[in-house]
């Protein structure tokens, strides 16, 4: 890369690049970017932070393997197109538009597959023409094209090009269609091109079922290439593995540490069975700083097995409230609203880590999940459960222009100054923890009852039981205790509790352009429509009054609280009853009850709320920028890590591709 054309380096300044960064694709309707805030992250022990930054670089010295899953040629396009990209001196302005876009989204989504979807995607903009101009371009400005041996960076543009511009060649990265090779007709870098189920059913059942394995022809033989150190992607993984070894020393207790060294002895030998062994102390291990790495969701493999990379480094959020929580769990479990038979006296340790997330490479980011529940192998969480992991900063991430928008045009005027000041700062987090802490540990079966809810609850039991952690978060938002535990002051909670309850419903309410068929089939939206339809037709007692109503003002629909006492009484009351059906197991009632009020949508409400929603013109889908680390060192040691929110898209993925095999630790 020629100095004088690479990206601007932040700028000296402090300006925070949080919140809304960027919109890309036409008519920024495509991604959404976002800059994440790292809360607290400052205040940890310096022990902890420096932990956190080992981690952090082996995390980004992985990013580069999934663009090497993905597809056979993603990582060379993203290198091409970075090459391009950081030599554009000259060139027209709307050719550098079009090449950054596409590059933009090669780093979201790590290749040319959509990461939702697997299909390809192709430049909105730019031809093979301007691709070739620009490449010319770059060259002039005395950038290397980084070729195969003996190949001509015409070979390299005659090679890439189907790839990139043509919709139709190889349009499916994972086919799961019935009647088809799915192994045959999936782009994903698995297997090289031509290689059919067959091929690999001539393989040993223990090959043919391996997590970190890609399959290739060898003299008309297929053969098996581990993810190793000295085997595939060895480099990376040994890059990944320094850094691993760096942190070790740190990691906080004896869980952790080992589930580190196994982790290394995994990469180093590719024995998929020391990685199983890695994951039981993983998720055994509760620490301050968290981390994931290694071959782990399995969705890009069209049999579901082999896994692709992913990595990120986290710290526990907001501990101080959510350990209050846990502490009254008791407390909380007393006072619930149903009766004694099915309270815990014993209330056991919170269901689900909150963190906040420092980033998050290959499969991770720059697309996050919410959430995550790992690990994926079903004998491991029989036996040993799961971490259940809530990425807090994430979903409070947002764009305030957006924001502002969607509470302007979706809640009446008396609740938008509150939303604006709670729902990030105080309702979110708050409902996400006593979902997690309180909502769902709590209750428990009838002790005349030997089946598990789960299985007497079938097809109904995530619904439920979702559902029931949201309400126990809804009715405990009014409780003293939580003024006490200084969740909010005793004058904010009246604001709150209204808030909580207009974002539950009119929030739900703004989501409702999920719904195909004005049927509703997703678990989560089932609860959150039960809830709504539940208080807004009084549990479908004409005597009753849950005070909630849904009002049309010139044509729009809006949610009101009429009164929150009320609202409170009917939280109770769906809570209880969802306790009952759970405890006993009575899946009738609970299919009833789901039927009536938790899946059909009044299809008015619904056109409403969509033709509002496409007025915003809101991104389909967000991508993150995370913070960036610094190591501060004396004397050749790290003694302390800065946090600095300074880099856009671009300087951010640029910095990971320049670090891909970088293990020195200064500035980068
Ligand atoms: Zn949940």
Known sequence: ?????????????????????????????????????????????????????????????????????????????????????????????????????????????????????????????????????????????????????????????????????????????????????????????????????????????????????????????ITPEVYKIGGLYGEDLATVSHFLELALPYAEDGSQHRSIELLLDYYRTGDEELFRQHSIHWLKSNPTVDYLNGFIEQYLDPRGIIGNFEANVSYAADVAIVSRIAENALYFEEKMPWPDKFKRSVVGLPVAKVVNVLVETGDAGPVSPAAYNLPNYNDIRRDHGSKNVILLNIENTRSEALLKKMVAEFYLPEYRDNVLEYAHAKVRPLKVYMHEVIGHGSGQPDPATTTDPRTALGRVYSALEECRADLVALYFLSDPKLVEIGAFTNQQQAAIVETAYVMQTQGWLTRYDHIVDMQVREAH????????????????????????????????????????????????????????????????????????????????????????????????????????????????????????????????????????????????
Not at 612 to 624: G, Q, T, V, W, Y
């Open 1 to 221: 890369m020629s100095k004088k054309d690479s990206p601007k380096k932040p700028a000296a300044g402090n300006s925070r690049r949080i919140g809304e960064l960027e919109r890309l694709g036409p008519g920024g309707r495509e991604v959404l970017v976002l800059g994440v805030d790292a809360p607290g992250f400052d205040d940890l022990p310096t022990d902890r932070k420096i932990f956190a930054y080992y981690l952090y670089r082996a995390a980004i010295a992985g990013n580069d393997i999934l663009y090497l899953q993905n597809h056979r040629d993603a990582f060379e396009i993203k290198r091409l197109f970075e090459t391009v990209s950081t030599n554009s001196k000259g060139l027209r302005d709307d050719l550098r538009d079009a090449i950054n876009e596409y590059l933009k989204l090669v780093w979201i989504h790590h290749g040319n597959y959509h990461h939702y979807t697997h299909t390809k995607f192709v430049p909105s903009s730019l031809t093979k023409d301007g691709l070739r101009e620009a490449v010319r371009c770059a060259r002039e400005n005395g950038a290397t094209i980084p070729t195969r041996p003996n190949e001509s960076v015409d070979g390299l543009l005659a090679r890439l090009e189907q790839t990139i511009f043509d919709s139709d060649h190889e349009a499916i990265q994972t086919n799961q269609s019935d009647g088809v090779d799915i192994i045959a007709t999936s782009a994903v870098n698995f297997w090289d091109a031509g290689i059919t189920e067959k091929d690999i059913e001539t393989l040993s059942l223990d090959w043919q079922h391996k997590l970190n394995v890609r399959f290739t022809r060898r003299d008309g033989k």
């Open 525 to 668: 939206n089932k609860g959150n429509q039960l809830i709504l339809m539940y208080l807004l037709e009084n549990g479908g007692d004409p005597k009753k009054d849950f005070g909630l109503d849904m009002i049309e003002h010139d044509g729009d629909y809006f949610v009101r609280v009429r009164d929150a006492g009320r609202v409170r009484k009917g939280v109770g009351e769906l809570l209880e009853k969802l306790q009952l059906m759970k405890s006993t197991g009575d899946y009738d009632a609970a299919a009833a009850l789901f039927d009536r009020f938790g899946t059909r949508v009044n299809p008015d409400w619904h056109r409403n709320i969509v033709r509002r929603l496409e007025k915003l013109n809101i991104p389909k889908m967000k991508a993150f920028v995370f913070p960036r680390l610094e190591a501060v060192i004396k004397t050749g040691q790290v003694v302390d890590v800065r946090v600095y929110h300074d880099e856009d898209l671009a300087t951010q993925q640029l910095r990971f591709s320049r670090l891909r095999h970088v293990t020195d630790i200064g500035t980068h």
